[in-house]
Each structure stands twice: as C-alpha cells, then as structure tokens.
C-alpha cells in the first residue's frame, strides 16, 4: 500500500518539477543575457546592418552601419523637396536636399547636405565620399504627387562601398 502511494506521488511530482526546471532555465538565460534586444526594422531608433555594396532603404532618423567596419551613416531628414510632382509637366526637374551623418569610429563625425533630383538611373546617381566610404544615392521616396499631402515616412535607398 505504501508503495503505490509513493509511485502516484512520484507521477505528479515529476511533470510538475520539470516544468519548474525548465522555466527556471528560461529565466536565467534570459536575465542573464546582456544586451540583447530585437528592435523592428521599422523603428526610426533601429540601427540597421548592412553589407558593403548592397542596397538599403533608412528611413528619417535612421542608422546604419557597415558590417566589418566601425562607419555608420545616419539618414537625419529631408530639408528640401522642389522635384516636379508627378502628374504636372515642369520645365524642369527640380531637386531634393537631405542631411547626412557620418561617423567613422566613437571620435570622427561630420555632418553634410546632399542636394539633387535622386534619380533611379545609374548615371545620375548622387554620391559622396566620407572616411574612405563611398554612398551613392539611389532614391528618395516617396516620390512627390501633385496635389496629394506628402506621406511618411521619408525613405532614401543608398548602398556604401570602402574605396581601396
């Protein structure tokens, strides 16, 4: 008699502990886990990490870093939006103007405008050259629309390349 106690003790003591168990380990890993956090891409505060010479979208506010690297370009705004809307014939094509950060390390920052009609095509791609790095421009979207408020959010697709 004794014996059978013991064993419908032992059956609902046994998934009961391991549970405990395995929830105590959950626990430790993660108040033990320093740092990690998975921010959404679509956050502004995000910092994106991209690999040199392939294409990305920041949006206002948003960082990004190269991997293998200690250069980071921040997107800040757009300051300026004169582009001929579309569904308006313009005599010409008017220009856009952003504002840039780039840092290179903790130490070296600089701050910079860059000002142009952003266009798809390759040839009339904008660039500019900081601490080695070459960005070019590939768009600003979204594109203005006449008579149609300008959305949010502002995303410029660029892609950075070290020079040799």
């Known amino acids: 008699m004794k014996a059978l106690a013991l064993d419908t003790l032992a059956a609902s003591f046994w ?9 105590l380990a959950v626990f430790a890993l993660t108040a033990l886990t320093p740092g990690c956090a998975v921010l959404d891409d679509d956050s ?4 994106v990490l991209v690999y040199p010479g392939d294409p990305f979208n920041l949006r ?3 960082t990004a870093r190269l991997r293998g690297s200690n250069f980071s370009v921040t997107f800040v705004k757009r300051t300026a939006e004169s582009r001929c809307p579309q569904g308006v014939q313009c005599f010409w094509e008017g220009e856009a103007e952003i504002e ?3 840092r290179s390390g903790e130490t ?4 910079f ?12 791609r904008l660039e500019a050259i900081r601490f080695g790095y070459r ?5 600003l979207d979204p594109y203005p629309i006449y008579d149609v408020p300008d959305p949010a ?11 040799s």
């Open 15 to 23: 998934p009961t502990y391991w549970t405990s168990l395995v929830l």
């Open 44 to 47: 502004p505060s995000a910092e």
């Open 60 to 62: 206002e506010g948003q």
């Open 100 to 102: 840039l950060i780039t």
């Open 108 to 111: 070296l920052a600089d701050t």
């Open 113 to 124: 405008r860059v000002r142009g009609f952003f266009d798809q095509a390759e040839q009339n």
């Open 135 to 139: 960005m070019e421009f590939e768009r």
């Open 153 to 163: 959010p502002v995303r410029l697709a660029l892609r950075i390349e070290r020079l």
